[in-house]
């Protein structure tokens, strides 16, 4: 018998949630610790963000507007730190990994692809924290931005719920991209200004009209960003687009649609790649 | 003499059909990738949306009043702005697509190819798309955001020639840049971006030089994409773009002697740069390096 047989068959077998919860860490490890290793990315993730906010910025002040916007600006693009890592590293990241060959290995392995989604999440949504509040410090700090919290539980809620609902949209989004092939970069690339402009990133979200406000609301950062600057910025109440605690109940309904909507799509769309014999295609 | 001439014209050979197979090329892997109706959408999604975002920003401070000298200012600039995104970057790109992603450097080194002219020939696509989306950005802010163009008043081959030397001073941006990435390995999509981010800052693209800290300022002096956008605003709307005192002190033809004079030195810096980053590059080995797409 094999050295490898045998540490195989003393080893306890991890079976169930036990198994589910293991790979979720696995999956988040390299997230949380490979990106940091490499410090050029870490760089750029700040520094792009930055030279946005600061033209935004520059283009509010060449046009006289009151000191409210530019921390609207700045909350905004540190916010935009978030809905790239969805996009780049949840939406399209199977499409990256049928590039590279991982994908039949996920499906091969003895665990779910819920899990392995579920770490991704967690791994990038920690990392992108990480980025997140540098940006904001480094542009609050650039720009004078003050920032006062009005309910810190609150905003430690809005900003679960809208963690939680939009990497719940980024593993449903994930298993349609199972689909995609070199497509998926296409339209990655896509989601960025349009979502950009209509969930109000530079600008508060109520000043699209409220019907077109409430469609765009489906993109959690619309709600959430909307929240927390009425939670940060006190004078921000009068351009918030909906009453906080409405956008509370909207945030946890959105959580629930995408987290069941990312498990059932996830088993249907990996049926349907497997039936059309996609898994491992790769068209450049 | 026979023996240069043959020379010369041989050489011209490779330039050209390394020049026009890349445009093809580079045309394929733009567009390829859906049906043209839906490839048309996606080129002008983008650009509108980033427009419209800086549309809305402008009219919720001032109430939609579209007929300030600054709104055509920022419009067009942003406009304008696309083909820096798109040659500048596009040609830089196209050394990560062909080294990480499709993993054919190696080929197109051993191939009969003259390899700038390939990377300016991989730009071109991204040109004619990015004319597409200024075009429609201009015509749509003419129809309904009141951006006062008279097209009988343009001096139209002044603005072409200006249009044309800008783009070309961006096409030898991009081969600098694409030396710099021949010696970056680590999967540098960034730098591309940045620069055209740090660009769009200094630049007074958005907005007059004057609104930066006066630290900041003179860089946006030196660079050339600051007088090219100046002049392609005067041309088109006249005294509304001349109205901010940044560049007010020069006249038309001072800024297009000014913006001669960067493409000329941009086109010998690329060219020494382009060579000396080549030149390391495949000293390191670095040419087919791939570091996982």
């Keep these: 018998m094999s050295n490898v047989a045998i540490t195989a068959s003393i080893l306890p077998k991890d079976s169930s949630w036990k198994l589910f919860f293991k790979t979720v860490l696995a999956r988040a490890y390299p997230r949380l610790v490979g990106q940091q290793r490499e410090k050029s990315w870490m760089f750029f993730d700040i520094f792009l963000p930055i030279l946005s906010i600061a033209a935004y910025v520059y283009v509010y002040r060449a046009i006289g507007a009151p000191e409210e916007y530019i921390g609207f600006v700045v909350m905004g693009g540190a916010m935009t730190a978030f809905w790239l890592n969805v996009l780049w590293s949840m939406s399209s990241q199977l499409y990256w990994e049928k590039e590279q060959g991982n994908l039949a290995l996920y499906i091969m392995a003895p665990s779910s692809m819920m899990a392995i989604l579920l770490g991704m999440a967690l791994g990038g949504m920690l990392a992108t924290l990480l980025r997140a509040v540098v940006i904001l410090f480094i542009g609050g700090w650039i720009f004078q931005v003050r920032f006062v919290i009005v309910d810190f539980w609150m905003l430690l809620l809005v900003f679960f719920l809208t963690m939680t609902a939009l990497y719940g949209l980024g593993m449903m989004s994930a298993s349609l991209f199972l689909l995609l092939s070199r497509e998926a970069w296409h339209l990655a690339n896509l989601a960025q200004e349009p979502i950009y402009l209509i969930s109000g990133f530079y600008f508060p979200v109520k000043n699209l009209g409220f019907w077109l406000a409430l469609s765009a609301s489906l993109i959690p950062l619309t709600m959430g960003l909307d929240a927390m600057r009425q939670l940060v910025f006190p004078s921000a109440a009068q351009f918030g687009f909906l009453d906080v605690r409405f956008e509370v109940i909207g945030l946890s309904v959105l959580c629930f649609i995408f987290l069941l909507g990312a498990r059932f799509l996830l088993n249907y769309m990996e049926k349907l790649a497997i039936q059309e014999g996609r898994l491992t295609e790769s068209r450049r | ?290 570091t996982n797409y």
């Design chain 2, 1 to 290: 003499m026979i023996a240069m001439q043959t020379h010369i014209r041989s050489s011209f050979s490779i330039f050209w059909r390394s020049f026009r197979l890349a445009t093809w090329l580079g045309w394929q892997i733009e567009s390829n990738w859906a049906d043209p109706f839906l490839f048309a959408i996606y080129s002008l999604i983008k650009p509108l949306s980033s427009a419209a975002i800086l549309v809305i920003m402008y009219s919720i401070i001032t109430q939609a009043n579209f007929d300030s000298p600054i709104f055509p200012y920022i419009y067009l600039g942003n406009a304008f702005y696309m083909y820096v995104g798109h040659v500048m970057t596009g040609i830089s790109w196209a050394v990560i697509d062909d080294r990480e992603h499709y993993k054919t450097m190696k080929y197109i080194y051993t191939a009969p190819v003259h390899f700038p002219s390939y990377l300016l020939g991989r730009g071109v696509a991204r040109f004619i798309i990015a004319s597409i989306s200024v075009i429609v950005t201009i015509v749509f802010g003419m129809l309904f955001l009141k951006i006062s163009i008279n097209l009988t008043q343009v001096n139209w081959g002044f603005f072409l020639l200006t249009l044309l030397i800008g783009v070309v001073m961006l096409a030898l941006m991009g081969l600098t840049l694409a030396g710099v990435m021949l010696l970056l390995v680590h999967h540098m999509f960034g730098v591309g971006e940045a620069v055209a981010g740090a660009l769009y800052l200094f630049s007074g693209a958005i907005f007059p030089l004057e609104v930066l800290p006066v630290y900041l300022r003179p860089i946006g002096f030196l660079m050339p994409i600051t007088y090219w956008l100046e002049l392609l605003r005067r041309l088109l709307v006249g005294r509304v773009a001349s109205s901010f005192p940044t560049l007010q002190s020069f006249s038309n033809v001072e800024l297009f002697l000014i913006l001669i004079i960067l493409t000329l030195f941009f086109a010998v810096f690329s060219v020494i740069v382009f060579r000396a980053c080549e030149n390391r590059a495949k000293e390191l080995g670095l040419i087919d390096t791939v």
